[in-house]
């Protein structure tokens, strides 16, 4: 348990750093994002909306977002957010709060629905390839787990777009809203996912079968049912467990190339034009929002080890 609340407590200098990084990254970008690239603005007028958003000097736009980004007696005192992520450059209509909490949710229901669908199907073609071992099967399954590993997800969406929403006409070409828009951004989304999860799984149970107390539950009759899924696969579920960590972070974060492809109003799509249009505060505000949900699904499948096997610790 010490372990874990000291991480927790180094959360907030992990983020400080990765804001650091970030922001140092964001200011060398060349260009101005307060200037029209299709007619001339007023010198005067881009000053005066630059020292607006502080963007006149960069450390003092760094100390103000960062001295304004958690300020829980303001929240308090004058019922506002308790994390402030700042104005959006533009959209100046919408805060980057309000930008985040509309697109945040639908990427985290494309990225459940790949996981879940990367779980439920990975780990059981990884059990069955395991246990028939060179059959007809395991080949198969390793050449399909080969391209879902090897093609870009740009190829994968695309092809499934054209062969099922153009040519046949089984789901909607974009957009949000329904089942039928969930349904091939989902499958685009979990096949590298279910591709490692199907090899890991496979992996640890052929280094598990082989092991001595796998040999001894069979010699005293137990079904292979069971030898298999209760006493063999919760050893070789670890590999995949360390795996889903980064894994759910980034399918929860969704993804910008599928966002992109599909036109689906998420997280990616919002950081994408932040990046065209140079808009310093959605591109900080979604850095900081993608880190904090990778960090906190690290630290949560550290705590599954535990569960798993509470043979595992980390205290000293």
């Excluded at 949000?176 to 590298?192: D, E, K, M, N, Y």
């Excluded at 795996?243 to 759910?248: E, F, N, R, S, V």
Aim: net charge neutral; proline share 6%; glycine share 6%.
């Amino acid at each position: 348990m010490r372990h874990f609340v000291i991480r927790i407590l180094l959360c907030p200098l992990l983020l400080w750093a990765i804001y650091t990084i970030t922001f140092l990254m964001v200011v060398m970008v060349p260009g101005n994002p307060f200037a029209q690239d299709d007619r001339a603005t007023n010198q005067a007028v881009v000053d005066t909306i630059m020292a607006e958003y502080h963007a006149d000097d960069n450390w003092e736009y760094y100390k103000f977002y960062l001295s304004n980004l958690f300020n829980p007696i303001d929240a308090i005192k004058q019922s506002g957010p308790l994390i402030n992520l700042g104005p959006s450059w533009e959209y100046t209509e919408w805060s980057c709060n309000q930008i985040i909490f509309a697109s945040l949710p639908i990427s985290m229901t494309l990225g459940f629905s790949a996981i879940s669908l990367a779980v439920f199907l990975g780990i059981p073609i990884g059990v069955i390839s395991a246990v028939k071992k060179n059959s007809w099967f395991d080949y198969a399954s390793l050449s399909i787990a080969l391209i879902g590993i090897s093609l870009p997800t740009f190829v994968t969406g695309s092809t499934l777009l054209i062969c099922c929403s153009v040519f046949w006409l089984f789901f909607p070409v974009e957009g949000w809203g329904t089942v039928g828009h969930l349904v091939l951004p989902a499958i685009t989304l979990s096949l590298p996912f279910m591709a490692y999860i199907a090899r890991l799984t496979r992996l640890g149970m052929l280094d598990v079968l082989s092991a001595d107390y796998i040999r001894t539950a069979q010699s005293k009759g137990l079904p292979p049912r069971r030898v298999i899924w209760t006493h063999a696969f919760k050893n070789a579920f670890l590999p995949v467990l360390s795996y889903l960590g980064p894994a759910i972070a980034q399918a929860l974060t969704g993804s910008f190339v599928i966002e992109k492809i599909f036109n689906i109003p998420g997280l990616g799509q919002h950081f994408i034009n932040g990046v065209i249009n140079r808009d310093r505060g959605i591109i900080m505000a979604t850095a900081l929002v993608f880190s904090s949900v990778i960090i906190f699904f690290n630290i949560l499948i550290d705590m599954a080890y535990h569960l798993v096997d509470p043979r595992i610790t980390v205290d000293k």
